[in-house]
């Protein structure tokens, strides 16, 4: 598999999550979205390889960004205190580490649509 391949599986697999919101995508995926509805978009980029300790397996380290969407702040928080509790510290293979970075409140817009930005850093085994 590929971290593309993964990591949609990991961001589309909470049950809680896609309750929440009407849909969860790539990060180009969200240009026509329904601005009074709640959804993710996500981005992720390599930034960083490293070598196990018995040299046999490499693993690259991945910036991954996640941004919900809401015309709720309400909404905006419980979508966001749902994915925080699902990716802290997430731990299964492939995924080796999930870790937050940061966690930023977007800009409002002209649209009357709220934000949140998530950070994390994986370490995803190749």
Same mark, same amino acid.
């Given at each position: 598999?590929?971290?593309?391949? &993964?990591? !949609?599986? /990991?961001?589309?697999?909470?049950?809680?999550?896609?309750?929440?919101?009407?849909?969860?995508?790539?990060?180009?995926?969200? @240009?026509?979205? @329904?601005? *009074?509805?709640? !959804?993710?978009?996500?981005?992720? $980029?390599?930034? &960083?390889?490293?070598?196990?300790? =018995?040299?046999?397996? $490499?693993?690259?380290?991945?910036?991954?960004?996640?941004?919900?969407?809401?015309?709720? #702040?309400?909404?905006? &928080?419980?979508?966001?205190?749902?994915?925080? #509790?699902?990716? &802290?510290? !997430?731990?299964? #293979?492939?995924? /080796? =580490?999930?870790?937050?970075?940061? =966690? $930023?409140?977007?800009?409002?817009?002209? *649209?009357?649509?709220?934000?949140?930005?998530? $950070?994390?850093?994986?370490?995803?085994?190749?």
């Amino acid at each position: 598999m590929s971290f593309r391949t &993964d990591i !949609y599986t /990991l961001m589309n697999a909470d049950s809680a999550i896609n309750a929440l919101v009407n849909s969860i995508n790539f990060l180009q995926a969200h @240009d026509n979205k @329904d601005l *009074k509805s709640n !959804y993710i978009v996500y981005n992720n $980029e390599a930034i &960083d390889e490293i070598s196990s300790f =018995d040299a046999y397996q $490499e693993h690259t380290i991945y910036k991954h960004e996640i941004i919900i969407f809401s015309d709720s #702040t309400v909404d905006l &928080d419980n979508i966001t205190e749902a994915v925080r #509790t699902y990716l &802290d510290n !997430y731990e299964t #293979t492939p995924f /080796l =580490d999930v870790r937050l970075i940061s =966690d $930023e409140p977007g800009s409002e817009g002209e *649209k009357e649509q709220f934000s949140n930005i998530l $950070e994390y850093r994986i370490i995803y085994k190749n």
